[in-house]
T-cell receptor, first 116, second 116 residues
Framework: AQKVTQAQTEISVVEKEDVTLDCVYETRDTTYYLFWYKQPPSGELVFLIRRNSFDEQNEISGRYSWNFQKSTSSFNFTITASQVVDSAVYFCALSPDSGGSYIPTFGRGTSLIVHP | EPEVTQTPSHQVTQMGQEVILRCVPISNHLYFYWYRQILGQKVEFLVSFYNNEISEKSEIFDDQFSVERPDGSNFTLKIRSTKLEDSAMYFC??????????????FGSGTQLSVL
């Protein structure tokens, strides 16, 4: 069984602060994919990143960075110099690499509020 | 960038009525999914569809639900007799197989279903 835990229900920061969203996962699969999605107030789900379990390199994309630590089963997401437009619910998700369909299991999400 | 299209964006229905939620996946994708998100809660998997049949489904996807790909481009979710607890945002997603991004799902912008 797969499980994704986002322990932080809501985080509130002031613009320009750095913020880290935590994600801890459980899986029995040896290969899997991890994702982060953003859900802005408009409701759609926006793909941010996917990471293969073989690839533990951290990734940086502009103000976003991801820290994948297989040893602790964590895939944390950091926003540097947060902006009001970053306010959204962020979901971490996990899917097996079953060689067929990919069915992400989502965490409960972390609501990020960035105040001006 | 290609996108998954969902219609309608909002649907209001009376309890006991049938509803059909429509999705147009990305044209060369092979896997199709429905997820739902009850207000303020996590995104939950409903069903996956491949090669014109259901490949996996969750316990949420009971006999009241059905999916269909009627014409090679649309992918529909039917709820036969809606209940109040079916009120949620329903997301369609599609995913390619034979591409470097085969593990990335593309989500539509969702249909907000309100059952009165």
């Amino acid at each position: 069984a797969q499980k994704v835990t986002q322990a932080q229900t809501e985080i509130s920061v002031v613009e320009k602060e750095d913020v880290t969203l935590d994600c801890v996962y459980e899986t029995r699969d040896t290969t899997y994919y991890l994702f982060w999605y953003k859900q802005p107030p408009s409701g759609e789900l926006v793909f941010l990143i996917r990471r293969n379990s073989f690839d533990e390199q951290n990734e940086i994309s502009g103000r976003y960075s991801w820290n994948f630590q297989k040893s602790t089963s964590s895939f944390n997401f950091t926003i540097t110099a947060s902006q009001v437009v970053d306010s959204a619910v962020y979901f971490c998700a996990l899917s097996p690499d079953s060689g067929g369909s990919y069915i992400p299991t989502f965490g409960r999400g972390t609501s990020l509020i960035v105040h001006p | 960038e290609p996108e998954v299209t969902q219609t309608p964006s909002h649907q209001v229905t009376q309890m006991g009525q049938e509803v059909i939620l429509r999705c147009v996946p990305i044209s060369n994708h092979l896997y199709f999914y429905w997820y739902r998100q009850i207000l303020g809660q996590k995104v939950e998997f409903l069903v996956s569809f491949y090669n014109n049949e259901i490949s996996e489904k969750s316990e949420i996807f009971d006999d009241q639900f059905s999916v269909e790909r009627p014409d090679g481009s649309n992918f529909t979710l039917k709820i036969r007799s809606t209940k109040l607890e079916d009120s949620a945002m329903y997301f369609c997603a599609s995913g390619p197989l034979d591409s470097p991004e085969g593990e990335k799902l593309f989500f539509g912008s969702g249909t907000q279903l309100s059952v009165l």
